[in-house]
Every structure is written in C-alpha cells, then in structure tokens.
C-alpha cells in the first residue's frame, strides 16, 4: 500500500498547490471550498494508507526483488450475475424523475429502492449460494 499512499500523497501536494492559487486567481467560494475539501479528503486517505502499509507486511507489488508469480492466488470473490445494481439505479432515477414531475413519483421510487436495495444486500443468503 506505499505506492498508493505515495499517489494519493502526491495528488494531495497537487491540491494542497492548486487549492490557494484558484482562490488568489478566482476569489469564487464555491470552488474554493470544494478544493479544499478535495484537499482535506487526499491527506486523508494519504495517511490511512501510509498508517497501514507501516503496519502491514509489504505486498508483492511494494517489494522491489518479488516475481510475478508471489502475486498468484485467488483475487476475491466476484459474483457470477446479479440483476440487483440495475434495478438500484433504475429505482434512483424514478427517484429523481420524482423530484422533477411529481413527490407521488418519488415515494414510488423509495418503494421500489427498499426492494432492490434489500435484494441486493441478501441476494447471498438464499437459493443455491446460501451462506
């Protein structure tokens, strides 16, 4: 994890840079105060991945001396198929197509999202993939 600690440090220097020259050159607030919350968020991360990699032992990919194969083994788990995130996010735009043309529209949206999301989150617990 040090070679992302060291691109999100170097993002954060970016921002750290960037953050005050916008305000000198613009003087705009909205802009000012969404860089430097990107600021805040880029040290952040910086130094909860800098904390762990010191604490962790070193990945295949932070040693310079390891070989292609200490990187073998199983990646994680990746399901198979799920039509659970289509109907999430086709429950979001009902939902924003509510705040458009209606709250009657929107209540419906909520609705139908508990479902999905539910669904979504239990799909594992059920069926031939029970836990």
Do not use: Q
Request: charge should be negative; glycine fraction near 10%; include cysteine.
């Amino acid at each position: 994890m040090k070679i992302e600690a060291w691109v999100f440090g170097l993002n954060a220097l970016f921002f750290t840079v960037v953050t005050p020259s916008y305000w000198y050159i613009s003087h705009e607030v909205t802009g000012t105060s969404a860089l430097v919350l990107t600021t805040c968020l880029a040290w952040l991360v910086t130094f909860y991945l800098g904390f762990h990699a010191s604490k962790m032992d070193a990945r295949p990919e932070d040693r310079s001396e390891a070989e292609i194969v200490d990187g073998a083994g199983e990646l994680g788990f990746f399901p198979p198929y799920s039509v659970w995130p289509l109907a999430c996010a086709l429950s979001l735009v009902v939902c924003v197509l509510g705040v458009v043309f209606g709250w009657w529209l929107l209540i419906i949206g909520v609705g139908v999202g508990a479902v999905a999301l539910s669904g979504f989150v239990f799909e594992y617990y059920k069926g031939e993939h029970v836990h």
